[in-house]
T-cell receptor, first 111, second 116 residues
Framework: KQEVTQIPAALSVPEGENLVLNCSFTDSAIYNLQWFRQDPGKGLTSLLLIQSSQREQTSGRLNASLDKSSGRSTLYIAASQPGDSATYLC??????????FGKGTSLLVTP | KAGVTQTPRYLIKTRGQQVTLSCSPI?????VSWYQQTPGQGLQFLFE???????NKGNFPGRFSGRQFSNSRSEMNVSTLELGDSALYLC???????????????FGPGTRLTVL
């Protein structure tokens, strides 16, 4: 059974700092890995999708990398802003059509 | 293009009742998945439908059921509600590509169900 772990569970940084969120998974036989953002009480916003054959994806200030062999992904956020405060979720699609989610990292960016 | 919509956004029910939640996918998307989100368990997969057929099912009791219509809209039903069913229920849609690695899921805002 695929297990997805996100570290740290919570993170507080001052505005302007670069930061890294970590995601690990136990089964390297994946189709893709997706990073989402969730604001309190809201649905999930897709940030980046990395297919199993890819090593990284970039969108604006966000960069996600994937090392399938070691079962790890990182989400790098450059020049963090208070508007980046949210919970960031990592999800892996392995067998079937379901996404297996980590518990998320709650990020607070202080002005 | 309109995103995934879910109705209603909030529901309050009592134990023993049943409830039906609705999800309208992004236009052109044929796959709809349902997830339950609770503080303790996080996000857990319920089931996935593609072209009116259930393709995949998570580890939930039979009280949880769903269906998909010919226009790809989907409904989820929970019968005999229990206190533990209180959660945010999220629907996600995708094109349902055969190349699963390229198939991005887009989530709706969710339905907040409270069982008293």
């Amino acid at each position: 059974k695929q297990e997805v772990t996100q570290i740290p569970a919570a993170l507080s940084v001052p505005e302007g700092e670069n930061l890294v969120l970590n995601c690990s998974f136990t089964d390297s036989a994946i189709y893709n890995l997706q990073w989402f953002r969730q604001d309190p009480g809201k649905g999930l916003t897709s940030l980046l999708l990395i297919q199993s054959s890819q090593r990284e994806q970039t969108s604006g200030r966000l960069n996600a990398s994937l090392d399938k062999s070691s079962g790890r992904s990182t989400l790098y956020i450059a020049a963090s802003q208070p508007g980046d405060s949210a919970t960031y979720l990592c999800a892996v699609k392995s067998s079937g059509y379901a996404l297996n989610f980590g518990k998320g990292t709650s990020l607070l960016v202080t002005p | 293009k309109a995103g995934v919509t879910q109705t209603p956004r909030y529901l309050i029910k009592t134990r023993g009742q049943q409830v039906t939640l609705s999800c309208s996918p992004i236009s052109g998307h044929r796959s709809v998945s349902w997830y339950q989100q609770t503080p303790g368990q996080g996000l857990q997969f319920l089931f996935e439908y593609f072209s009116e057929t259930q393709r995949n099912k998570g580890n939930f009791p039979g009280r949880f059921s769903g269906r998909q219509f010919s226009n790809s809209r989907s409904e989820m039903n929970v019968s005999t509600l229990e206190l533990g069913d209180s959660a945010l229920y999220l629907c996600a849609s995708s094109l349902g590509l055969a190349a699963r690695g390229a198939d991005t899921q887009y989530f709706g805002p969710g339905t907040r169900l409270t069982v008293l």
